[in-house]
Nanobody, 121 residues
Framework: QVQLVESGGGSVQSGGSLRLSCAASGSTAFRSYMAWFRQAPGKEREGVATIGSDGRTGYADSVKGRFTISQDNAKNTLYLQMNSLKPEDTAVYYC???????????????WGQGTQVTVSS
């Protein structure tokens, strides 16, 4: 079992920044690969960024150069630094974990409850 708790969401103006955190606990094996997803109202959930156990990362084209995924293994925390935010980044953001690297596909076994990010123009 893995527990994931996101925090750091909020409201920000276009061009601003936010840093999301995901506190993880439970099975280490099932936290080998982690990712951030988002879901806007009326849209499907989409993968935003992912990180492997060796530190390799992957990003959706829509956020490349603006978002950075990282993790602090000592703190068991996953981060998503979001810069140059745009109104289209508005969504509920979720972190996910598994022992299989699904990259940006939503097959991860464990999910957090989500945190709202709202970007106003």
């Amino acid at each position: 079992q893995v527990q994931l708790v996101e925090s750091g969401g909020g409201s920000v103006q276009s061009g601003g920044s936010l840093r999301l955190s995901c506190a993880a606990s439970g099975s280490t094996a099932f936290r080998s690969y982690m990712a951030w997803f988002r879901q806007a109202p009326g849209k499907e959930r989409e993968g935003v960024a992912t990180i492997g156990s060796d530190g390799r990362t992957g990003y959706a084209d829509s956020v490349k150069g603006r978002f950075t995924i990282s993790q602090d293994n000592a703190k068991n925390t996953l981060y998503l630094q979001m810069n140059s935010l745009k109104p289209e980044d508005t969504a509920v953001y979720y972190c996910a974990a598994d022992r299989v690297w699904w990259l940006l596909q939503s097959h991860y076994r464990y999910w957090g409850q989500g945190t709202q990010v709202t970007v106003s123009s």
